[in-house]
């Protein structure tokens, strides 16, 4: 049987699931039309939160941690649902990710999100993107669309940079790694 370090020696895939654009890109400024983006780095719009937390767990990695129930906000979102429905894992911290017209996050890393933990890894959706948001993964750019579903190995250095003059906005969702996920993301395509 192949070692993990093996079989996940990539540091990003384009997963086989695709979204209907227009549909994600309208229900989500429907969503955000009353929220006043407040930019520290990038503005967060979250669509879960903590519930019950368990005090005894120590590691934000582990799933364990707290449970999470759907924000009011989610609720009113039906193709974001249905999104989520299509990924066949648990689902746990859940947010669109909001980046201003010149905004930067800059090189950091997430030491919990990667594949080969088997733990949580990070699910992205691109909503409203263009060729002029950079999304910068170990020195070379992914190319990122929008409706597209993706996997990065966030462990490893990453950045964004937006150069355009619109919003960039992303569905960030954290899963529980199980079989179908792993699976998932060993098929999709290596760039």
Known sequence: MPQASTLFDFDRSR????????LLQK???SAINHLPPVYIHYSVVPL??????????TDFSNPEWTSWADTALLKKCPYILEILGSLKCQKTNIRLLRLEAG????????PQL???????VRLHVPIFTSELVQFTLNGTNVP???GELWY???SDPHSVR??????RIQLSIDVVVNDWVKDLILQGEKS
């Open 48 to 57: 879960t939160t903590r519930e019950k937390i368990d005090n005894t767990v």
């Open 152 to 154: 990065m190995r966030l």
């Open 144 to 146: 990122l669309q929008p």
């Open 27 to 29: 229900e989500t400024l």
């Open 114 to 120: 990667n594949l080969q933990h088997l733990n949580q």
């Open 162 to 167: 937006n150069y355009g003059q619109t919003e």
């Open 103 to 110: 905004g930067e996050l800059k090189e950091h890393t997430d």
């Open 15 to 22: 997963l086989a699931l695709n979204y209907d654009v227009n």
